[in-house]
């Protein structure tokens, strides 16, 4: 069965620095692999997506992920936070053409000033 | 643009009082899914449409509905809301059968049970 996990439920930076939101998922075989954020009350927007073409795949915002096939990992990177990147972020895994999008726990970005 | 939309925003019912949430798109995809979000956790997949078929998933309770009256609008009914109801569902849609498969949300419709 597919699964995603993300490590870490809470996640804080300083703005300016560094971001790294970590997602393994588990298959047999490569799925599509997602980043979605959400504020609050609000509904979920894609980041970026992975769909087998560049393993570095470069989303909205500034972040960018590199699947990792060896490492099944997708994890999510910023160089430098901003204040408006406090969120929650999902990971998520879709077989292809396949209807189930499987979403990891989330990790809630805190950005300290 | 192009969107899915869900209505209301914020919705207040009473214990056992039957409510129903709506959902419409414009982006013309075939498949239309409701999910339920509880504080702090992932969506959880309540159910999907594949143009008319329907798609529950093994967990979801039977007090959970859907109507696709068209590919446009697709509707959450919670017959007997209990206060384990409360969450935000959300509405998402997506077009399998292309390259790119990822689902579009709507804002949500938060759902208060008293």
């Known amino acids: 069965a597919q699964s995603v996990t993300q490590l870490g439920s809470h996640v804080s930076v300083s703005e300016g620095a560094l971001v790294l939101l970590r997602c393994n998922y588990s298959?047999?075989?490569?799925?599509?692999l997602f980043w979605y954020v959400q504020y609050p009350n609000q509904g979920l927007q894609l980041l970026l997506k992975?769909?087998?073409?560049?393993?570095l795949v470069k989303g909205i915002n500034g972040f960018e992920a590199e699947f990792k096939k060896s490492e099944t990992s997708f994890h999510l990177t910023k160089p430098s936070a901003h204040m408006s990147d406090a969120a929650e972020y999902f990971c998520?895994?879709?077989?292809?053409?396949?209807?189930?999008?499987?979403f990891g726990a989330g990790t809630r970005l805190f950005v300290k000033a | 643009d192009a969107m899915v939309i869900q209505n209301p925003r914020y919705q207040v019912t009473q214990f056992g009082k039957p409510v129903t949430l709506s959902c419409s798109q414009t982006?013309?995809?075939?498949?239309m899914y409701w999910y339920q979000q509880k504080s702090s956790q992932a969506p959880k997949l309540l159910f999907h449409?594949?143009?008319?078929?329907?798609?529950n998933e093994a967990d979801t309770p039977d007090n959970f509905q859907s109507r696709r009256p068209n590919t446009s609008f697709c509707f959450l009914d919670i017959r007997s809301p209990g206060l384990g109801d409360a969450a935000m569902y959300l509405c998402?849609?997506?077009?399998?059968?292309?390259?790119?498969?990822?689902?579009?949300f709507g804002q949500g419709t938060r759902l208060t049970v008293v």
């Open positions: 998402a849609t997506s077009r399998v059968g292309e390259g790119n498969t990822e689902a579009f």
């Open positions: 449409y594949y143009d008319k078929d329907f798609n």
């Open positions: 298959s047999s075989v490569p799925p599509y």
């Open positions: 992975y769909t087998s073409a560049a393993t």
């Open positions: 998520a895994a879709q077989r292809g053409g396949g209807f189930k999008t499987i």
């Open positions: 982006l013309n995809h075939n498949v």
